[in-house]
């Protein structure tokens, strides 16, 4: 496979997911390559199916197989909140500080031990046929009751990987694409390429 499309708007997913599946590639497109095109409808009721949302249309519309990914904050205190939501969990439109200062206020009073969570992801690659694929990847921590670190993106300051003692937003890019839930779930992805599919 020659190209790729990565629907996406957010740099920081670009990055990552450049970083991981370039050499796979002569080119790699984003969706501010195609800027005509109607944006996606999340209306899905898992990660899977928004992820498939976001990257069919695209695939069929450009031609192009396309990637997108879906991920979410799922804690087991807020009953698995903010999920789906996780990127709109303080409105439409909302920051990654204001989507942060919700969560810590829906935690208020939560013990240590009530602070577990896991980062979900999935990863579509859908083609212009209109046949899909999923890959997905999970990881857990514990969310802090105040950010740290200046990395990343998202709940990332509030994330913290126990084996590392640091929050995602604290870890090396490098590190992070090694064991984050994107980072595991385009490793599948990946594996898929190297074996030749997708050709």
């Known amino acids: 496979m020659k190209e790729l499309l990565v629907a ?47 990257a069919l249309p695209v695939a069929i519309a450009t031609g192009i197989p396309t990637v997108a990914d879906d991920s979410g904050l799922v804690v087991d205190a807020l009953e698995g909140r903010p999920g789906i939501f996780s990127a709109r969990y303080a409105g439409s439109g909302s920051s990654d500080a204001e989507n942060n200062q919700k969560l810590l206020h829906e935690m208020t009073g939560l013990k240590d031990n009530q602070r577990t969570a896991f980062f979900y992801c999935a990863v579509a690659l ?13 990881l857990n921590g ?5 950010p740290r670190g200046d990395g990343g993106f998202g709940y990332d300051p509030l994330f913290l990987i126990p084996e590392y003692g640091k ?33």
Do not use: W
């Not at 890019?173 to 599919?197: D, M, P, Q």
């Open 8 to 54: 996406t708007g957010n740099k920081g997913k670009m990055n990552e997911i450049r970083q991981i599946l370039a050499d796979f590639f002569d080119r790699l497109y984003c969706l501010e390559d195609f800027p005509d095109l109607p944006d996606a409808i999340e209306d899905g009721l898992t990660f899977e199916e928004n992820a498939c949302k976001k």
């Open 142 to 146: 514990v969310l802090l009751e105040s």
């Open 126 to 138: 859908c083609f212009p046929d209109g046949t899909c694929r999923t890959f997905c990847g999970t």
């Open 167 to 199: 929050t995602l937003a604290e870890l090396g890019t490098e590190v992070k694409n090694g064991i984050s839930h994107r980072g595991r779930a385009l490793e599948k992805l990946r594996k898929y390429f190297s074996l030749g599919n997708g050709e």
